[in-house]
């Protein structure tokens, strides 16, 4: 199986603040690779597929990255309705693999 | 709009088995690959199983092959996942979760809320 690493995997930040996670594949997943949003309670959400297209809804200060096995998820100015659980995962292969998730907190 | 709802969770003992559904609307659902994944308490998500549009082919999680199967109708637009021999490991949250093609289970574009499972004695 593909493992999923992301980093970090708690982070606090300020309404305001650009932040950036990370998401490393243990081999190539070429650019299938998902980033989802999820609340407390409630079920995740996708907002970016194939590593950098932002899905319908999802606000443009959102965004993805990807440089070989690495891939990047950037919030531009984070809005208090960001702070959420977020992970990464690669559809390349099944079984599709999550990250770990990484919290994101109010400072 | 798009709509799957899970049903079926509960409190089940060692040993004991369940069977989830998942009811979907908003769709034409046998265009569609369906997923089950998982999130144990405070953890993170886990794949259980995959199912093409057709049913034709399915795909198991070492984690739970040989106990679970997954089916569906789509007569009913109805998603399945039938669990035996179930054990503590298997408590969760169980997501109903929508592919993006008939054969694309991997890339999930729409969760239902979840049906809680929890396996106590």
């Known amino acids: 199986d593909i493992q999923m690493t992301q980093s970090p995997s708690s982070l606090s930040a300020s309404v305001g603040d650009r932040v950036t996670i990370t998401c490393r594949a243990s081999?190539?997943?070429?650019?299938?690779l998902n980033w989802y949003q999820q609340k407390p309670g409630k079920a995740p959400r996708l907002l970016i597929s194939?590593?950098?297209s932002l899905q319908s809804g999802v606000p443009s200060r959102f965004s993805g990255g990807e440089s070989g096995t690495d891939f990047t998820l950037t919030i531009s100015s984070l809005q208090p309705e960001d702070f959420a659980t977020y992970y990464c995962?690669?559809?390349?292969?099944?079984?599709?693999?999550f990250g770990q998730g990484t919290k994101l907190e109010i400072k | 709009d798009v709509q799957v709802v899970e049903s079926g969770g509960g409190l089940v003992h060692p040993g004991g088995s369940l069977r989830l559904s998942c009811a979907a609307s908003?769709?034409?659902?046998?265009?569609?690959?369906m997923s089950w994944v998982r999130q144990a308490p405070g953890k993170g998500l886990e794949w259980v199983s995959g199912?093409?549009?057709?049913?034709?082919?399915?795909h198991y999680a070492d984690s739970v092959k040989g106990r679970f199967t997954i089916g569906r109708d789509n007569s009913k637009s109805t998603l399945f996942l039938e669990m035996n021999s179930l054990t503590a490991g298997d408590t969760a949250v169980y997501y109903c979760?929508?592919?993006?093609?008939?054969?694309?289970?991997?890339?999930?574009?729409?969760w239902g809320q979840g049906t809680l499972v929890t396996v106590s004695s």
């Open positions: 995962q690669q559809s390349y292969i099944t079984p599709p693999t």
């Open positions: 081999g190539s997943i070429k650019s299938y």
């Open positions: 908003g769709l034409t659902f046998s265009d569609y690959a």
């Open positions: 199912i093409t549009g057709s049913g034709v082919n399915t």
């Open positions: 194939a590593a950098s």
């Open positions: 979760a929508k592919g993006s093609s008939g054969y694309n289970w991997n890339d999930v574009e729409f």
